[in-house]
């Protein structure tokens, strides 16, 4: 009976310690996999839809279509002139609406009075959907340059000043007294206290900005634009070619996912003193 | 009295018309080591801010000691808080050196790094991030901050309480010889009276509503003391026994201004532990 059990332990050990291994590999196989199953079954259904007839190539080319339009434009140059002028009118509203939101953001935590005096009005610009200001940037600015950097700032500009105002007023005021008792004086304590205390909260900002900063480029560039990647996106619909539409589409992923992600580093690496969720557990280990 | 590191002056501190402190008189001599018991609530750490000058008296002056040559001259005066608050972002040294007097960058740096070995800081914590180090470490680093601005006037606001027993014991005789090695005056408020008589040169009282100086102990004991010296506990005997009557005089009071609301139970154990 012992023996017996003995043996049927150590063929369970074996097994045990063979069957986690092979399942770990599978999970690990299935963990890449899993993100792609979506995309390349899609990628699938199009081509079978295209070639089957199901769907006019008018209306959806094939990918290989798409591939050729891509190489086309970027040969031809085209690409390079759309991308670079998105890029710049979104870099240029993007740091004026920043620089703004968070100056602004910062001054409004910090002194009830400017609070008093600015925010109901800001409040007010929000309650208008951002877009329907389009109109009247356009009669003000007139269709040029000028109009589409302000409208992407206003975008940028409103959830970056609402998130710094949130992290001026989340600052523990404990810490601003030790700048007081020490004698810091205003300025060293806007540096080294409320700034880096606000931090967190200007970072949200300055990413949920950076999305509506893609948003309104490509609102700016629909309405009134000449170039752009958004201006190829009309473009292909008035020209009845969906393959550049689809590559806009497709650049338009790209771009907004990289920016993000190189904020996503930038926060990183300015807030590693903090302890969150997703870092802790990783500095036991090390 | 000339030449006293500070001397408070019939002062009474009201918070929105309600009265804290009343006709507070106290003064200390240079490097004296005063300890402020009383019960929670009373107005201890409202005497610190105003000694710190983050509280303005409403009635009656407080004075610092008089530099003939320079005139009146507030004190270098560093707190070190009941929670170590120091700045999550910076990292340990950087947080001492913040404060630092030095002119340039590195002189600071130094500075910072000197602070933190005299209070036995390991040193390869200087560059950690606060949230590493543990309460006791956190609160040396505080210590640390307050003693790099080279203070003439040390306040400390029940500094010990956050953290375990063996830790505050060693806390206490660490702020006991930087004392005796930089001859600062110490005021620091407590709710331990072990911890007052042990330190201290002299136990203030802080009782009544709004709270004065119910009574001032000289615990005149020479130094190093022991913890288990029999003159010790006489001592803290007796300034139990007034805190404790402090409190019986509370709670009449209390009884008869609300005579509705519950009467809470007091006594040495609740109050002082």
Do not use: C
Request: zero cysteines; aromatic letters at 8%.
């Amino acid at each position: 009976m012992v023996s017996v059990r003995a043996v049927s332990r150590q063929q369970r050990l074996t097994a045990a310690s063979r069957t986690p291994r092979a399942q770990a590999r599978w999970q690990k196989v299935g963990h890449w996999l899993l993100p792609w199953l979506i995309p390349l079954g899609g990628l699938v259904l199009w081509w079978v839809a295209v070639t089957s007839g199901w769907i006019q190539p008018y209306q959806l080319p094939l990918p290989t279509t798409i591939l050729r339009t891509f190489t086309d434009l970027v040969i031809h140059g085209e690409l390079a002139r759309h991308m670079q002028a998105t890029l710049q009118r979104l870099a240029v509203g993007y740091i004026l609406g920043a620089v703004f939101g968070v100056a602004l953001g910062m001054l409004a935590g910090m002194s009830k009075t400017i609070r008093r005096v600015v925010d109901p009005t800001i409040q007010g610009v929000r309650a208008v959907p951002s877009l329907a200001w389009v109109p009247l940037f356009l009669l003000w600015f007139g269709i040029g340059e000028r109009a589409r950097v302000l409208l992407i700032a206003l975008g940028v500009f409103l959830p970056v000043y609402f998130n710094t105002l949130a992290g001026v007023g989340g600052v523990d005021w404990r810490l601003v007294e030790v700048g007081y008792v020490y004698r810091l004086g205003r300025w060293k304590i806007l540096r080294t206290i409320l700034l880096p205390g606000a931090l967190p909260g200007i970072l949200t900002g300055l990413r949920s900005g950076l999305s509506l900063g893609w948003m309104f480029v490509v609102a700016a560039e629909l309405l009134a634009a000449s170039t752009g990647l958004g201006f190829l996106l009309v473009e292909g619909q008035s020209t009845m070619r969906p393959d550049r539409v689809i590559v806009a589409l497709l650049l338009f992923a790209i771009l907004g996912r990289f920016s993000d992600a190189l904020l996503g580093a930038v926060e990183h690496a300015l807030l590693q003193w903090r302890e969150t969720v997703a870092t802790a557990g990783q500095e036991e280990g090390s | 009295m000339p030449g006293a590191a500070f001397t408070v002056t019939h002062v009474s501190v009201a918070f929105q018309g309600q009265p804290v402190l009343q006709d507070v008189s106290l003064e200390a001599a240079p490097g004296e080591f005063l300890a402020v018991v009383g019960a929670s609530g009373i107005g201890k750490t409202t005497l610190l801010r105003l000694l710190a000058q983050m509280v303005a008296p409403s009635e009656g002056s407080v004075q610092f000691s008089h530099d003939a040559a320079v005139g009146a001259v507030a004190p270098q005066t560093a707190i070190v808080f009941q929670e170590p608050r120091l700045l999550p972002w910076l990292r340990v040294w950087q947080n001492v050196a913040l404060v630092a007097p030095g002119k340039t960058a590195d002189e600071r740096r130094r500075q910072a790094v000197a602070a933190l070995e005299t209070v036995g800081l390991p040193p390869e914590s200087f560059s950690a991030w606060p949230r590493q180090l543990s309460g006791g470490m956190a609160q040396r680093v505080a210590l640390a901050r307050a003693l790099v601005t080279a203070p003439s006037l040390l306040l400390l606001d029940e500094p010990f309480s956050a953290v375990d027993a063996l830790t505050r014991l060693r806390l206490q005789d660490y702020v006991l010889d930087l004392w005796q090695r930089y001859a600062f005056t110490v005021v620091l408020v407590t709710h331990d009276v072990d911890e007052a008589v042990y330190l201290a040169d002299r136990v203030v009282l802080l009782a009544g509503r709004p709270a004065g100086v119910h009574a001032v102990f000289p615990i005149p004991l020479p130094r190093p003391r022991s913890r288990s010296d029999p003159a010790l506990a006489l001592l803290r005997g007796q300034v139990l026994s007034a805190l404790d009557q402090s409190l019986v005089q509370h709670d009449a009071l209390d009884q008869a201004l609300s005579s509705r609301e519950e009467n809470v139970p007091s006594g040495i154990g609740s109050a002082v532990s």
